[in-house]
């Protein structure tokens, strides 16, 4: 969570204005380098000061002004590599903060600068580059027009690519030499000519200040200067990269202990495990703008940790996919359902209820053919405990269409066991731009599968969605959301987290953007409401009305507070942790829920969040602190706890829990780190450790030496007593790339 405010705040932007596209005629063209560069972090040669310079505008807290410090951004290219460079000054050393040397590190305590680059100049997808002072590499990929849907957020950092950034300080300031090769970015060209579209971010903790080219505005909110259909339009000529192929062999070992329950239930009996799994990855270029991916016991992030969290709600936990076969132009197979649910959800693939399931090999397709995009994929997996050895495909479409910002597609997909088992869905989708910032989304989905009716004509296996929103985020705004979820349907490689509804959606909004003498940057009023009825009965199965207010100071705090007032229908028990449950009824409840975030510009910060109220037939509240406290360029200490209680007097029943976190790293360098990450959960009485060290040396070769454990707590809970931990390991995966050019 804090890395995603982190995030968010990065890209709060600018109060008002804004720029329309360029035309073809007034396109600024990047220049062709014209002697060499030497690539050292200071941009000072004679090929630097022969290129055009971009204007910055200052873009937070206020948009509009003349930025409080110089900045010299320059762009060039050569046959091989796409080269930034950017001399970033400062009136005095103490403005500059350096904090940060992790690989993928984010923190606004520390100077940030990068591009971002819309390739296909789509209007709608961009790749993320930036750094720090430090020189470390941090990079994501923003998808649907940098607007979120529902809860699901438009942004995926866990994407990596191949390239580089020199860096440099001195008393006047710090330097960027950043080189992106051509080969790592997707791109058309017509008649010996590329359009991209292109934004530079530059931010400075010092001042809470954000400047940016081009003059983007905050009206489109959070996520306003990430927007694609916003970046400024520019051409190169004669782009001709060579068709690039990384081979990327992988080999992990881990040697685990453990206690398991005998047949007899008497007593825990001691194992141990040693594990030898080599893999392989390829990445193959097949032109500028196809690549082909293939996989052979894929990789399965297994040194990644995620958070534990304790689930108060009837649905389950989601988690983002971080397996890197899954991350390359995942945009394209994205096929949202609203919240969470997707048609295709890449982590239904290779694990069963939280347990890896081998991926013995796959293949994955993406492309742009003129105003196409085309995305196939296949894969093939073992069989595990009751699940057949199962072939998974995906096929999506999307084409523009009406003008640059809309697209209609499709997408089938298939789950096929080997004993004959199978589940197919197909779906069909738009999103139109009507007018101004209006959106239209309509998305159709049906499913089958061996047990079901599998009759076409039929509501019951079908998933439908309409949407109307207005993405402009400034006065008067809106979104209005109709979905329906049959009986039957069911996506094999999917997620629907809720099932056997329709129902209807309304958000609306004011949102204010503070004039440049107040102390706040924007706030906003909403009022959200829906309501879900049973598909079967049309009986209501939940109500949620909820007024609330954010804001946003120009200090860096941020904070909001809403109401809830609340209807849910139980047709089934609902467990939160035995023995305490909520019986079958209909419930009607108040909760509040309250955020407030201290300046994340400075080197000790925190968020606080609160939940508190009703909670079905009793109460509930549960406040969590999260402070993180950066100390000097190389340590980062960082801690969680929440504490959740649950009462429910007429029943007699109670829950108390608590989950707290200590995480710590330390960076020697932009290539070596070492961090720490413990976790105490009462809901399970177990420990949680996983200490981690990685040596990055460079994009596609990594060190990983990890040490994992869940240590039991309470041991006399259970007959017979549990033992003292669960199990443990130690693992050491080691990547390298080869890498080809052709």
């Known amino acids: 969570m804090r890395k995603l405010i982190s995030i968010l705040t990065l890209s709060l932007a600018v109060f008002s204005g804004g720029i329309q596209p360029m035309s073809a005629q007034e396109r600024r063209v990047i220049q062709r380098l014209q002697s060499e560069i030497t690539f050292d972090g200071v941009p000072d040669e004679a090929a630097w000061t022969a290129l055009d310079t971009f204007p910055l505008i200052t873009h937070a807290p206020t948009f509009g002004l003349t930025p409080s410090e110089r900045s010299d951004i320059r762009m060039g290219y050569n046959d091989d590599y796409l080269y930034v460079g950017a001399k970033l000054y400062a009136s005095k050393p103490e403005y500059i903060q350096a904090i940060g040397k992790k690989r993928d590190m984010v923190t606004l305590s ?70 992106i090769p051509i080969s790592s970015l997707r791109f058309q060209e017509q008649e010996g000519i590329t359009v991209m ?67 007899a239930e008497t007593a825990y009996d001691y194992q141990q495990d040693y594990k030898l799994e080599p893999g392989l990855d390829i990445k193959y270029g097949i032109n500028p703008n196809t690549t082909l991916d293939l996989t052979i016991n894929t990789d399965f992030a297994q040194v990644e940790a995620d958070d534990q969290q304790f689930n108060l709600t009837r649905f389950s936990l989601v988690f983002p996919e971080k397996r890197q076969f899954f991350l390359e132009r995942s945009s394209i197979f994205d096929f949202g359902l ?126 439908l969605m309409l949407s109307w929103e207005k993405r402009k985020q400034q006065g008067f705004t809106y979104s209005f959301l109709f979905t329906y979820s049959g009986t039957e349907f069911e996506p094999g490689i999917g997620l629907e987290v809720f099932d056997d509804y329709f129902g209807g959606m309304v958000d609306l909004r004011y949102i204010w953007i503070s004039p440049e003498k107040s102390w706040l940057q924007t706030h906003h009023i909403s009022l959200l409401n829906y309501n879900l009825y049973s598909a079967k009965d049309e009986s209501l199965l939940m109500h949620y009305l909820t007024p609330g207010w954010f804001f946003n100071a120009k200090s860096g705090w941020m904070g909001s507070f809403n109401l809830i007032l609340q209807t849910e229908k139980l047709e089934e028990e609902f467990e939160i942790l035995d023995p305490v449950l909520v019986p079958v009824g209909t419930y009607r409840f108040v909760n509040t829920k309250l955020m407030l975030t201290t300046p994340m510009s400075r080197t000790l910060y925190s968020m606080f969040t609160f939940e508190g109220g009703g909670f079905y037939d009793g109460t509930r509240i549960s406040p ?64 949680i450790s996983n200490i981690r060290f990685r040596y990055n040396p460079k994009e596609g070769t990594d060190l990983y030496i990890v040490f994992n454990e869940g240590r039991n707590t309470m041991l006399d809970r259970e007959i017979p007593n549990l033992p003292i931990y669960e199990q443990r390991n130690i693992t050491v995966k080691f990547t390298y790339t080869f890498e080809y050019q052709r």
């Open 110 to 179: 520390s100077d940030f600068f990068g591009i971002s680059i819309d390739s296909y100049n789509d209007k709608e997808n961009s790749l993320m580059f930036f750094t720090n002072p430090l020189g470390l590499r941090w990079d994501a990929t923003v998808m649907n027009d940098a607007t979120p849907m529902m809860d699901s957020e438009p942004m995926n950092d866990s994407w990596n690519t191949f390239w580089d950034v020199k860096t440099s300080i001195n008393d006047k300031g710090w330097y960027v030499e950043l080189r």
């Open 197 to 263: 579209g292109i934004s530079f971010f530059r931010w400075i903790p010092a001042k809470n200040e954000g400047i940016v080219f081009p003059a983007i505005s905050n009206e489109w909110g959070r996520f306003s200067n990430m927007k694609p259909s916003l970046f400024e339009e520019v051409e190169f000529e004669g782009l001709r990269p060579k068709k690039p192929l990384y081979i990327s062999p992988y080999l992990l070992t881990s040697f685990e202990q453990g206690y398991e329950l005998n047949d």
């Open 338 to 463: 609203g919240g969470p649910n997707n048609l295709f959800y890449s982590r239904r693939i290779g694990l069963h209820e939280g347990n890896p399931v081998r991926i013995y090999g796959g293949a994955r397709l993406n492309t742009r053919i003129k105003d196409w995009d085309i995305g196939l994929m296949d894969l093939q997996t073992a069989s595990f405990e009751e699940l057949p050895s199962e072939n998974f495909g995906v096929f999506r479409a999307k084409k523009r269409v009406f003008n640059e910002y809309s697209y209609a597609g499709g997408m089938i997909t298939s789950r096929l066991g080997v004993d004959g088992s199978y589940n197919v869905a197909y779906g069909l989708d738009g999103v139109i731009r009507v007018v101004g910032d209006d959106y239209l989304t309509v998305r159709w989905a049906q499913t089958f599968k061996d047990s079901s009716v599998n009759n076409p004509l039929s509501l019951d296996p079908t998933r």
């Open 624 to 687: 969590a602190i999260e402070p993180t406290w950066v100390i000097g360029a190389s340590i980062e200490l960082g801690g969680s706890y929440r504490y959740d209680y649950v009462n429910f007097p007429e029943r007699n029943q109670q829950l108390k829990n608590h989950i707290a976190g200590l995480k710590a790293l330390y960076m020697l360098n932009t290539k070596l780190s070492l961090s720490a990450y413990i976790q105490y959960n009462t809901a399970i009485h177990k420990v």
